[in-house]
């Protein structure tokens, strides 16, 4: 099975259901009161962690979820079904981001979390909610608003809690098979990993008994020098490691380590920065091939990088009891570490726009462009503020409308808004596609 851990996806919530516009209809009743019931929402879109699924490959097939629509309301107040929510059930490590404006939409760490991708829409209120005293008989409702429909990149990062990182060839996968029940693929050639491998490393007792703690450590393809300008498999993998707690690098003591570290570092940095302030030792690696006078000159010269460095053999066993002590000692607690990496999600709510008045058309000023009315035109349009959305949902009522959205607006500030902005009297007022004269209520007073 080919390791997929990067998919794009289309997802669409259902659009909210229209409110009903419906008055009471019975026997020996001439006129009933207005008894139109709300929509219903629209499904959303909800990633769902799970486990046991190893990728992201269990989507494919499949590249676009649509949830569907909220029913319309109905007529005896009868209230519109929401649409069901889809679930997109993906491995635990998953982060959504949306493809268009880059950012983080949902970070699932834990097995069962969930997180709305694609909002549905709202439904629309029937006309029975806006009676007042002087509106006994609203012939008109709102209607549903559109689900979101978003372009989503997902992406898997193995949750491990520690990772190898090494030039090829230096001993990663020995160490894993090594340390864990894992059974990668070890060669002597390079690029023997292609693709990251998962193990779970036990505490052990003196006597080699496993404790109850344990972590996991992912082994990942080898690195090598130009990696950040995609040299050798590139840095792809180091995504899988880039939320791990601790990192081991992996020194062959008969090549020459301290310039192997120097460059890993270099890459590393190259691809993320924070990857170099990440706890950190050496495994220095293959010790039993020089004579131990050798291993100990080569770490005082390690000690510039400030890392500790235990002396190992893949192959042979010596130091991999003391290896594995150490990370044990040095891995930060689960908890706090994920407290301080917690990965910035954008809000769900969309900060509101502020309302913007633009003065569009004085033909007047320039002379030109008489109307039929023999009135030169003005023209105010109105953006943001909510104003447009609210005329998008009663578009089929406008007319019926008018007076209703007239008093929400004054409610809203827009003719004081407008008043200031230095709007007359018989002026055209343009909200989206919906067009009104201004009239100055305290003209004449
Ligand atoms: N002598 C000796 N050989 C080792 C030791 N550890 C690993 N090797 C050998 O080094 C070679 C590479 O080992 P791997 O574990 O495949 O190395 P790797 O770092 O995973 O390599 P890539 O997956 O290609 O990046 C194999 O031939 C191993 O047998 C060791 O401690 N001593
Ligand atoms: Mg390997």
Do not use: C
């Not at 499949?62 to 007529?75: C, Q, V």
């Not at 079904?81 to 949306?98: L, N, Q």
């Not at 302030?277 to 050496?282: D, H, R, S």
């Not at 706090?336 to 769900?348: G, K, M, N, R, V």
């Amino acid at each position: 099975m080919a390791f997929r851990d990067v998919l794009n996806i289309e997802v669409a919530a259902g659009n909210g259901g229209d409110g009903s516009m419906s008055f009471h209809r019975a026997k020996y009743m001439e006129k009933g009161g207005p008894d139109g019931g709300h929509g219903g929402k629209g499904g959303s879109i909800v990633l769902r962690a799970t486990q046991g699924v190893e990728s992201l490959e269990r989507l494919v097939g499949r590249r676009k979820f649509k949830a569907p629509n909220g029913a319309y309301g109905e007529g005896r107040l009868r209230q519109g079904s929401d649409g069901e929510d889809i679930f997109i059930d993906v491995p635990v490590g998953t982060t959504a981001f949306d493809e268009d404006s880059g950012r983080v939409i949902a970070d699932l760490v834990r097995v069962g979390e969930e997180r709305v991708i694609a909002r549905g829409g709202s439904g629309g209120r029937g006309n029975s909610t806006f009676t007042s005293s002087t509106r006994q008989a609203p012939r008109f409702a709102e209607l549903g608003t559109a689900g979101q429909k978003r372009r989503v990149r997902l992406e898997l990062r193995l949750i491990a809690d520690v990772g190898l990182v090494g030039y090829p060839n230096a001993g990663k996968s020995s160490l894993l098979a090594a340390l864990s029940r894992a059974n990668p693929a070890i060669a002597d050639y390079p690029f023997t990993t292609l693709s990251p491998i998962l193990g779970v490393v036990d505490r052990l007792d003196e006597a080699g008994t496993p404790l109850d703690e344990r972590f996991t450590l992912a082994d990942i393809p080898g690195i090598i020098e130009g990696a950040s300008e995609g040299k050798g498999l590139g840095l792809e993998f180091l995504r899988h490691i880039s939320r791990t707690r601790l990192l081991v690098y992996v020194l062959d003591v008969t090549r020459n380590p301290v310039e192997e570290l120097r460059q890993l570092q270099a890459e590393l940095y190259a691809y993320d920065p924070s990857l170099l302030e990440q706890v950190a030792l050496v495994a220095l690696n293959k010790v039993e091939l020089t004579d131990e006078d050798l291993a100990v000159m080569v770490e005082d010269e390690l000690v510039q990088f400030g890392l500790p460095v235990v002396h190992v053999s893949a192959k042979e066993g010596q130091g991999q009891a003391q290896l594995r002590e150490a990370i044990f000692q040095m891995l930060p607690d689960r908890e706090l570490w994920a407290q301080t990496h917690a990965l910035e999600i954008e809000p769900d709510t969309v900060r509101e726009e502020a309302l913007r008045i633009e003065f569009r058309i004085d033909p007047a000023a320039r002379g030109v462009g008489i109307v039929s009315t023999g009135q030169p035109e003005r023209v105010w349009t109105i953006h943001g503020g909510g104003f447009e959305e609210r005329i998008v949902r009663f578009s089929r009522y406008l007319e019926e409308a008018s007076e209703y959205l007239g008093s929400v607006f004054k409610r809203q500030g827009l003719y004081n808004a407008l008043k200031r902005a230095g709007a007359r009297e018989g002026d055209t007022v343009e909200i989206g596609t919906h067009r009104f004269e201004y009239f100055d209520e305290d003209e004449g007073k």
